[in-house]
């Protein structure tokens, strides 16, 4: 078992492109499809406390029931978001990736290479073709 996780959603470019940095490196992740197994409250608590993000930050309001709900109500406590997030998963953020180096919401992609315990092996573009990687495992400084 992979001791990185990324919670991902296969529909999402940057999901996809963050899973391929992690792939990059060698690395094969645990890849947890949160959309059909949506992680605990719990593990949710666990992974925005280690990626240093509140459960409001982790929030998605694109493509997602959050203004119907009225999420961007601010007085609506921790303990209400997570219940909409556990009826919708949809509403978490992606994706979040957690490794032994810490925990990182990566939008954009390239701040899943902050916390990866290895070192990129080779070039690396996004779908999009914006070169994040060069031949010799370098980040590319834009």
């Known amino acids: 078992m992979s001791d990185v996780t990324i919670y991902h959603n296969p529909k999402c470019g940057t999901s996809r492109n963050t899973l391929g940095l992690i792939r990059n490196a060698g690395i094969e992740p ?11 409250r719990d593990t949710l608590k666990a992974l925005f406390k280690q990626a240093g993000v509140t459960v409001r930050d982790a929030l998605r309001d694109k493509g997602t029931p959050y203004a119907e709900l009225g999420l961007d109500d601010a007085s609506l406590s921790d303990d209400a978001l997570l219940d909409a997030i556990e009826q919708h998963p949809i509403l978490l953020n992606r994706p979040f990736v957690s490794t032994p180096l810490g925990a990182r919401l990566c939008r ?35």
């Open 108 to 142: 954009p992609c390239e701040l899943v290479l902050d916390i990866l315990p290895a070192p990129q092996q080779g070039a690396f573009s996004k779908e999009s073709g914006e070169p994040v990687i060069d031949a010799q495992g370098k980040r590319i400084q834009k």
């Open 30 to 40: 645990q890849v947890v499809l949160y959309l059909e197994t949506p992680p605990s």
